[in-house]
């Protein structure tokens, strides 16, 4: 078998490796399709998709997480459509690999990455945003270690202070895609920003208003 055969072998092999979405779609994750990726199949699929590898105290799902990076953001539609939708890759077939594994798993990293800015691109959503984005999902990752990992001095030690206005109740999946779908509406397309008094209103998470904090 010759080079170009071969590679024309795993390009087929990649288009029909598939799975089954949950509105009954089909889609390759390896040869992924753009127009399967609605916030339908976001929604569903990052709200069954438990944060650390499923080791937390109790189920708190990517899509909460992901609502909980948009709300820490500042107002700023733009920033939040990218906060919202910066784990969007995990929702298609390909679960997220603790960070520490990720090095080993090259392959599958580039294929997660491939899925994730085809995302950002059918919503016209600028990558270049993940710079922005990334403090806040840091501030995220605190609070989460807080509210829902065991006290550990040696994990996730340089972490910032976890703001106090702001604690995690863990919602189920359904709850959790109901969630990111009101988000993902209020942001993209009434073109609202989420604040503090829309998460307050919602389960998920309790939250402290501050006077001046909107």
């Known amino acids: 078998m010759g080079y170009e055969t071969a590679l024309l072998t795993d390009e087929l092999r990649a288009r029909q490796a598939m799975i089954q979405l949950a509105d009954g779609s089909m889609f390759a994750p390896l040869a ?3 127009a399967h990726m609605s916030p339908q199949a ?25 609502v909980l990076v948009a709300a820490l953001a500042p107002g700023d539609e733009e920033i939040q459509k990218y906060a919202l939708l910066h784990d969007a890759e ?7 690999l603790p960070t520490p594994m990720k090095p ?21 959503v600028d990558p270049g945003l ?17 509210d829902l990992k065991e006290a550990s001095d040696g ?3 340089d972490l910032p202070a976890p703001p106090d206005h702001v604690r995690i109740r863990p919602l189920s999946p359904r709850p959790a895609e109901r969630l990111f779908r009101a988000a993902m ?15 307050s209103a919602r389960p998920g998470f309790e ?3 501050r006077e001046g904090r909107a």
Not at 45 to 54: D, E, S
């Open 155 to 157: 994990y996730l030690h």
């Open 185 to 199: 509406t209020r942001v993209f397309e009434k073109g609202r920003a989420i604040d503090w008094e829309w998460l």
């Open 90 to 96: 995990e929702a298609f077939g390909l679960p997220d």
């Open 207 to 209: 939250v402290r208003i």
């Open 32 to 34: 992924p399709d753009p």
């Open 130 to 146: 993940k710079r922005v984005v990334k403090p806040f999902d840091t501030l995220a990752l605190a609070i989460e270690k807080r």
């Open 104 to 124: 080993f798993f090259p392959q599958f990293v580039e294929a997660q990455g491939r899925i994730g800015r085809m995302v950002l691109d059918r919503y016209r």
């Open 42 to 66: 976001i929604a569903c699929g990052l709200a069954n998709a438990c944060r650390f590898g499923g080791q937390t105290r109790h189920y708190y799902s990517v899509a909460q997480h992901s």
